[in-house]
């Protein structure tokens, strides 16, 4: 078997062919450079071959009288061009990555097709000894019918060496393309491709985002914005809605502080004011649940200032409901558990109560004797741990602080101190505890907000476990040193 090989140095050539085929399809992609390696090895002893038997490929073989040895060497000095153009592609393909990443796939296809190109009109020019000029006149015309027909086509492509080149997007980045929004998971040399939030994948063709208007969220990398649109009563005085959506905004503790959170009048018209709240997170993946939390927030603090949201009209005339009977169908504990003639005597025995910014209401540790139902503003709520005092959370209108003395005379572990002005109404221990221990329903909801409230504080104060760093022997012999 050997000595054949050593007589036929053509058939070592075309095993080493068919080797190299079979180990980079053997060879997993996580081992890239082991497949580049091999296939630099293979190629550099199939031109060894090649030139020791005195097939170069800059000529054409030698054998034309016998017509199967002169068809086999011919094949293989073409294999030879077909051969070096893949090495070569794969070499660059390897540079670009490192340097520019996925990113530049679009433009390694594109030199891949070219070195192809070339390397198919060398092997026709010098192997099998044609005419240059007259393969590129016949390809030159062709290339115009084909462009001709494939013009839409082209013009992605081109369209994508723009996109590449001047990267408004990269992989990964969420943007939105006219409208629609999705993170870019491929750019290839004819479209984008977008996954939705919902999962969907859209493809975009590259010549329709070039033109189109594109607005790339990742960019700056740590800010992402999130708004909300509000429809208001024109009746109501702009500043009063000002006040109220920036105590919204306060309200959410993600939010980042710079930029600050902005509100805006974004348009008028005669049924209603459109309001428009812009704040900035640092994930992406808050966006959807700090949406739906402005919203939230939006409601009760404007509900707090009282003032009803989409509504078209002002209400006229005295509101039926007092301010305090109004808050007790808003907060939850009360709104379901409470008659409506129980909620108007409870009403009476609610005092109000106002906190300046960063004045304690209700400190850790400490039993209340009044539960304070929250009114407008926002109130931070802190805890310790190891020591240290964070911030835990914030809490808005129609929240109530103090449940646990009045139900089982215990105390949260947490500080509750105004964040903006506040306004509480307070109901003393001496009158609720009663009421309360005589309706079973509303006992039982304010035993499962305390659980609640300090199984999260237990939960949160909990001290994370000191890694241990691992230790080398060497490490160990010093230290006992």
Known sequence: MLSLFAE???????VLFLIDAVLWRTIG????HLRVLVRLVIFSLYS???FNEGLSPLEPAPWGEDVPLHMAATALQIGWWLFAARTLTVLIGTVMMQRVGHTGRLLQDLLGALIFLIAVIAALAYVLNLPVKGVLATSGALAIIVGLALQSTLSDVFSGIVLNTTKPYQIDDWIAIDGTEGRVTEIDWRATFLQTSQGSMIVIPNSMAAKAKITNFSRPSDMFGVSISLLISPHVRPNRVFEALERAAQGCRILLTKPAPKVTIKSTSSTGVEYEVTVFVVSMDQK?????????????HLLAAGISWLSTIEEEGA????RARALLDNTSIFATNLSEEDKDHVSLNMKLQSFPPGEMILAGGQVSTSLYIIESGVVTV???RAGTKFEAGRMGPGEVIGEGGIVSGTALPAEFSAFTFCNLYRIDREYLSPCVEARHEMCQAMKALLDFRLQIAHTMTQEEPKVIEKRGLLQWLRSRV
């Open 319 to 322: 509101p039926a409901q007092s």
């Open 8 to 14: 036929r140095p053509l058939i070592c050539a075309l």
């Open 382 to 384: 802190s805890l310790f």
């Open 48 to 50: 060894v071959l090649l």
């Open 29 to 32: 992609t996580r081992k890239h």
């Open 288 to 300: 959807r649940s700090v949406r739906n939390q402005m919203y939230d927030l939006a409601y009760r």
